[in-house]
């Protein structure tokens, strides 16, 4: 079996992939393989720069679609098809799937292995780079992703604007323990913080290298992300902009943190800054700058003097008793009640002009 593909598809797949060959055969993608010193596989150049490394073991594609608990009524979406190893199993299982592939080589080989085997009606095929798509309604993803976007596609999953059940994916082993990680583990970190704030993360299975062809030069594992049904009230941008702050030094106290004079005068022009663009906003639709009112919830108000909102920043720290605490420490709950205790004392992240989403989380 070549790339994963059965022997009785691979006469009609061959012709394929011998006029690929032949129509690439002076193209870039040929000149730059061989430059590396790779080998074509059947006629078609692998990119590595698009993680190309197509999984082919049936017993692992299989526990996959198992694990990601496809429904014969389900719309799915999967990302990267390549030649369509995980798709034709998804076909049998689903109602429809929904692929994004940025390859046009990849596109035509899928194409053809999917009508001949007669699923053509059941596969839509949107050839384009799966950050830059609007996703049509979906109700679970599976996939084998390019671990070169992993970060951003997970934000876009889970930030974005589909509902959908679960996303069972195959990821780089190191990210996927990073994204398991909790609060109080040594390694919990900004990834975790963010995407588990809306979501809840398995582990399903790990994955060898010598599964993939070509093999990449990690192992793998699968995770199952499922967002969550109630989502916290908090303003996505500031939460993502708070916790690249609170997480941005590894292992510091938030005391030491905030006290930073690089970090107090970010914050004061942020806050500026947020202060003014959420002026009729819910925030305080009445506040002025420099203006202080003394009620719960509206102590909306910027000092210009630098080392007085320092006192300020610190102050909210001490007296919650969050001074001497580490962010990696912290539940949800507790950082969510911090950023709205800055909040309420008029010291933003974010100064909701720039947009930080969705391709804001970490690596
Ligand atoms: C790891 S391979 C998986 C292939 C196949 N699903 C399998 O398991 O054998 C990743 C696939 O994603 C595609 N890809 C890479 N970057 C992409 C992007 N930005 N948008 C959509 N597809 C992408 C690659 O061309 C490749 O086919």
């Known amino acids: 079996m070549i790339l994963g593909l059965k022997n009785q598809t691979l006469g009609k797949i061959k012709s394929t992939r011998f006029l690929l060959f032949r129509r690439n055969s002076h193209s870039r993608v040929r000149r730059d393989a061989e430059a590396e010193g790779r080998k074509p596989r059947d006629g078609l150049f692998l990119h590595k720069s698009k993680g190309q490394h197509l999984l082919t073991n049936t017993r692992i594609l299989d526990a996959i679609v198992r694990s990601s608990d496809v429904r014969p009524t389900d719309t799915v979406l999967e990302i990267g098809p390549g030649t369509g190893n995980l798709t034709m199993k998804l076909l049998e299982a689903a109602h429809d799937v929904v692929a994004v ?17 007669g699923f053509e009606d059941k596969l839509t095929i949107i050839q384009k780079d799966v950050l830059k798509t609007d996703f049509p309604e979906f109700d679970l993803v599976v996939a084998n992703i390019p671990y070169n976007i992993s970060s951003p596609l997970v934000a876009k999953l889970v930030y974005g604007s589909n509902t959908f059940r679960s996303a069972t994916l195959l990821l780089q082993k190191e990210f996927s323990r990073r994204l398991l990680a909790n609060p109080g583990d040594s390694d919990f970190n900004r990834l975790a913080v963010n995407v588990k704030l809306v979501a809840d993360v398995d582990f399903v299975m790990n994955v060898s290298k010598r599964e993939f062809v070509p093999p990449p030069k990690v192992d793998s594992s699968v995770v199952r992300i499922r967002p969550k049904e109630v989502k916290p009230g908090v303003d996505v941008q500031e939460w993502l902009a708070f916790t690249r702050t609170c997480f941005g030094k590894k292992n510091k106290t938030l ?7 690089k970090k107090v005068m970010e914050l004061l022009s942020l806050s500026k800054a947020g202060v003014m663009n959420r002026k009729g906003s819910h ?11 003394d009620g719960e919830n509206h102590f909306l108000c910027v000092d210009s003097d630098a080392s007085m909102f320092k006192e300020r920043l610190v102050g909210v720290l001490i007296s919650n008793g969050f001074e001497e605490k580490r962010p990696s420490k912290l539940a949800h709950g507790e950082l969510l009640h911090l950023l709205s205790l800055f909040n309420q004392a008029g010291i933003f992240f974010h100064d909701h002009i720039t947009s930080s989403l969705p391709m804001d989380l970490p690596e």
């Open 101 to 117: 592939e940025i390859d046009k080589r990849m596109v035509e080989i899928l194409r053809r292995r999917v009508s001949d085997h």
């Open 255 to 261: 005391g030491s943190m905030f006290r930073q004079k």
């Open 283 to 293: 925030f305080d639709s009445d506040a002025e700058e420099d203006e202080v009112e």
